[in-house]
C-alpha cells in the first residue's frame, strides 16, 4: 500500500508533532502570536467590506445588497486561501528543512503532508470568521455550515497530490517557486471568486470547470447561499480526481526523493 508508511503509530505521532510545530512557530516571537492567525483574515473581511459593501457596492445575482456580495465573495475566496497556503509554499518545503533530508530514516513526504493539513487548519479559521459574518449579516445559521469540511475534502486532495510533486520538483530546480507564485495567482481570476459562471462566457466555461477551486467555491455557495442541493455526482467525480492526483503525487515525491541529498 502506497502510503502505508504515513499511517504507521510512529508516523502518527511524527506527523502530530511536526503539526504543532508548524502552527506554533509560524508566529513564534511576534507579539501578537496566534492572534495573527485571526487578524489577518479579519483585516482582509474588513477591506472587502470597505471597498465593496460601501465603495463598489456591486451586486451579485439573487442577492440583494453590496453587503451580500461580501459574503459570497469571501466565502468564494476561503479555497483559494487554502491554494496559496499550501501548494504555494511547496516548492521550497524540502529546500527550507534540508536538515530531514540528511536522516536516513526520516519520512519526507510527512512534510508536504503537514503543509496542506496546517494550511487547511487556517483556511477553516477563516471560514469561521466568514461564518461569524454571515450570521450577523444574514441572522440566521443553517445546519449546512457543517458540510465544509467534507465539501474542501477534494480540494485538499488536489492540494496534497500538487504539494508533493512541486515540493519534490523545487528541490531539484529552484525556479520552480517562481513559476509558481504567478499561477497559484492566475488561479483566483480563473476561479469563479469574484464573478459567477453564469457570467463566464460559454467559451471559457469549460475550462474555468476544469479547475479544482471551481467545485468547492460553486457548491458551497449554492449550499449555503442559494439554497441548491448537493450534487453528489458532481462530488465523486472531484474525490476520484482528487485522490489520483494525491497518488500520482506520492508516488512522483517517493520516486525522485532518493536524490534530495544530492541537491539541497
Known amino acids: 500500500m502506497a502510503f502505508f508508511p ?4 510512529q508516523s502518527l505521532f511524527l506527523f502530530d508533532e511536526l503539526l504543532r510545530r508548524e502552527i506554533s ?4 516571537g511576534s507579539l501578537g502570536g496566534f492572534a495573527w492567525a485571526l487578524a489577518q483574515p479579519l483585516f482582509m473581511l474588513a477591506i472587502y467590506t470597505v471597498v465593496f459593501g460601501y ?8 442577492m440583494e445588497t453590496g453587503w451580500d456580495y461580501v459574503v459570497v465573495l469571501f466565502l468564494g475566496k476561503i479555497p483559494y486561501i487554502f491554494v496559496q497556503e499550501s501548494i504555494g509554499r511547496a516548492p521550497v518545503l524540502i529546500v527550507s528543512h534540508a ?32 461564518l461569524a459574518f ?20 477534494p480540494i485538499a486532495l488536489f492540494a496534497l497530490g500538487g504539494t508533493w510533486f512541486l515540493a519534490s520538483l523545487g528541490a531539484y530546480f529552484r525556479d520552480t517557486l517562481q513559476v509558481v507564485q504567478p499561477v497559484v495567482f492566475a ?9 459567477p459562471m453564469a457570467s463566464v462566457p460559454p467559451m471559457l466555461a ?17 449550499l449555503l447561499l442559494f439554497g441548491q442541493p448537493f450534487h453528489a455526482q458532481a462530488y465523486a467525480l472531484q474525490l476520484g480526481a482528487g485522490l489520483l492526483c494525491a497518488v500520482l503525487g506520492y508516488l512522483w515525491f517517493q520516486r525522485t526523493r532518493r536524490g534530495f541529498a544530492d541537491v539541497v
Open 134 to 153: 454571515y450570521v450577523a449579516i444574514r441572522h440566521e445559521f443553517s445546519p449546512l455550515v457543517l458540510a465544509a469540511p467534507f465539501v474542501y475534502l
Open 6 to 9: 504515513l499511517i504507521q503509530p
Open 187 to 195: 488561479l483566483m481570476f480563473l476561479s469563479p471568486i469574484f464573478y
Open 55 to 62: 465603495i463598489f457596492r456591486p451586486r451579485w445575482p439573487g
Open 25 to 28: 512557530q509560524r508566529y513564534k
Open 206 to 222: 469549460a475550462a474555468i470547470r476544469l479547475n479544482p477551486l471551481t467545485y468547492p467555491i460553486e457548491e458551497m455557495r449554492g
Open 99 to 130: 536538515n530531514y533530508v540528511k536522516r536516513l530514516r526520516f519520512p519526507l513526504a510527512m512534510l508536504p503532508l503537514v503543509a496542506v493539513v496546517s494550511a487547511f487548519f487556517y483556511a477553516m479559521i477563516a471560514y469561521l470568521i466568514w
